[in-house]
Each structure stands twice: as structure tokens, then as C-alpha cells.
């Protein structure tokens, strides 16, 4: 058994405005970063590309249709704020959702322990019929559906590190009773929701919202208190983690304090729990973290984690 990396050229042709931090620079700094001689037993897989039925799980034919139309024959087009296409992002996008659902095949099958999932476009914050912060479908959403729906499996949970709340994975899976998704972000910090109130249709939303400022001991305290016991109580089949770095102190969009190391801790944390429930399956995507060394790293030890775990 082993750890399975899964990634694509594709996805380094989503390019972004310039100075946009949702860059191609961010997959370079982890490539670098996993290039080192540590991660010589990581095994290395093309995510494949999602198809439509696979989209389908969560959102309707007619954004599907929305999205494919807007792809731009050359440039840049922009579908809000945030949120952008160039003529590659299509198939980055289904690379990311293509290579989450293969990541969840393998863990399932038993062929990988755990994995990783380094593509982007991100996704947790894609609605069904809405992109939202960078995000175009919602790739670890999809995956959960995909476990429950075709694979059988009864109890998923989703949890959500990144330092934004994941709007999207909420709306997705708000009314999907075999799914748990804990979600932990900064607030106040965009997009605004997250709030404890919000608990799902089925009870199977649990939000914790951090102050901001707050650092290791804190998120250690929140997560020892909240997200492991509903998580041990649950009883996961499969554990996927929303994996964005952008809590790390040195983020540039937000405002929490934690180090390398607390990644590192929370990645062994969710481990134990998912050796204890289901044979240690973990399935990890990346989202966000726009500091490139402090993404690099903080990558790298997550995945460390993972390949100590996965044997
Ligand atoms: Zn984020």
C-alpha cells in the first residue's frame, strides 16, 4: 500500500490574471516541493478528466452548459470577481474533479492507503449553479457523491481546513444525509457564511469558526474539542480533506496564525481517527494557500504525513 499523487499538465494551463494569487506558480512551488528525494516512493498518477455525468452529481446540465460555453478562445474572461477562464481552464477544471474521483477509486479499491489530490482550479467554493472564489466545480463535493452514489459507501465526511468557509461543498452536500462535512474558517473573512447556525438538512453540517489571529494552539483546541469527536462518533467509511493552506500565518488573504507544523498535526490527527474507522482512508484535494514557500511546505509535510500513514 501506498500513497497515490494525483495531478496533470493540464491544470497549469488555468492561467489567471496577472497578479491574480491563484496562480500557475502555486503548482510549480509544490511540484518543487515534492521533488525532493523524500518523495521518492510517492506514486505519481494523471488525473484523468471528469466527464459530464460525473458533474452531474452536483450540479445542473444547464450550469454545465453555462461553463463549457464560456471558455475563451484566447485571454481571459471573467465570470465575477474573483473567478476567471482562459482558453485551458475547461480541462483543468476537469482534471481537478477527474482526479479527485479517481483519488476516492483507489483508496476504495484498495489499491492506494490514502491520497493526494494537487490540481486547480480549487473547488470548495462552487455552488450547483454558481462559480464562486476561484472555483469552478465542486470537485471534493463531486467525489463525495461519487462514494455515496456509485461506490456504495454509507458514511463519507469532508472535512474543510482551508481558511475559507466552504460555501460550495455546504450548498452540495446540505441535503446528502450519508455525508458529514466539517468545515473550520476564519470569520470574519469572505465569503462570509460558516456560521455554527448552519447546520444542514440532515444535522450533516458542523461549522467552526476561528477568530481571527488565531494560531496552533487554538485550531489544536477547536479541533480537538469539535471535529474529531463528531468525526469519531460518525464513524467515517472514507475521510476526504478540503486541503487549503491559507491558514498559515504567512497567507497573504487572511489572517489566522497557524505554522507548517499544525498542518502537519492535523493531517496525523485526521489519520488516526480515519486507522480507527475505516483502514485509514484519506483522500486529500488541494484548495487554496497563495504564499508559494509557505505553500511548498506546508504541502509537503501534509503529504509526509500521508506517506508515513499509507505505509
Ligand atoms: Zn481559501
Redesign the pocket.
Given at each position: 500500500m501506498s500513497t497515490y499523487y494525483y495531478s496533470h499538465p493540464d491544470c497549469l494551463d488555468h492561467v489567471t490574471p496577472y497578479g491574480h494569487p491563484e496562480q500557475v506558480a502555486r503548482l510549480k512551488a509544490i511540484a518543487t516541493a515534492l521533488s525532493d528525494a523524500s518523495f521518492e516512493s510517492l506514486i505519481r498518477c494523471e488525473a484523468p478528466l471528469a466527464d459530464e455525468d460525473d458533474l452531474l452529481l452536483c450540479h445542473p446540465q444547464s450550469y454545465i452548459d453555462r461553463i463549457t460555453g464560456a471558455v475563451p478562445l484566447s485571454g481571459s474572461v471573467p465570470l465575477d470577481a474573483d473567478t476567471h477562464m482562459s482558453p485551458g481552464s475547461l480541462k483543468a477544471a476537469l482534471r481537478a474533479v477527474g482526479g479527485t474521483i479517481a483519488a476516492v477509486d483507489s483508496v476504495v479499491d484498495g489499491s492506494a492507503a490514502n491520497a493526494f489530490v494537487g490540481c486547480r482550479p480549487p473547488g470548495h467554493h462552487a455552488e450547483a449553479e454558481t462559480p464562486m472564489g476561484f472555483c469552478l466545480f465542486g470537485n471534493v463535493a463531486i467525489a463525495a457523491k461519487h462514494a455515496v452514489q456509485r461506490r456504495g459507501l454509507s458514511r463519507v465526511a469532508v472535512v474543510d481546513f482551508?481558511?475559507?468557509h466552504g460555501n460550495g461543498t455546504q450548498d452540495l452536500l446540505w441535503e446528502e444525509a450519508r455525508t458529514l462535512f466539517i468545515t473550520s474558517q476564519q470569520m470574519p473573512l469572505w465569503p462570509g457564511t460558516g456560521d455554527p447556525s448552519e447546520r444542514g438538512a440532515h444535522d450533516n453540517v458542523i461549522n467552526i469558526p476561528l477568530a481571527p489571529g488565531t494560531g496552533g494552539v487554538e485550531m489544536r483546541r477547536a479541533y480537538e474539542g469539535r471535529v474529531f469527536p463528531a468525526l469519531e462518533e460518525f464513524r467515517p467509511e472514507l475521510i476526504l480533506v478540503s486541503a487549503?493552506f491559507?491558514a498559515h500565518r504567512d497567507d497573504p488573504?487572511a489572517s489566522l496564525n497557524w505554522e507548517t507544523e499544525d498542518f502537519a498535526w492535523l493531517t496525523r490527527r485526521l489519520c488516526d481517527i480515519a486507522a480507527d474507522c475505516c483502514d485509514g482512508r484519506v483522500v486529500s484535494t488541494l484548495?487554496?494557500g497563495y504564499d508559494l514557500t509557505a505553500l511548498g511546505q506546508s504541502v509537503a509535510a501534509h503529504v509526509k504525513v500521508l506517506m508515513e500513514r499509507g505505509g
Open positions: 482551508d481558511v475559507h487549503g491559507d488573504l484548495e487554496g
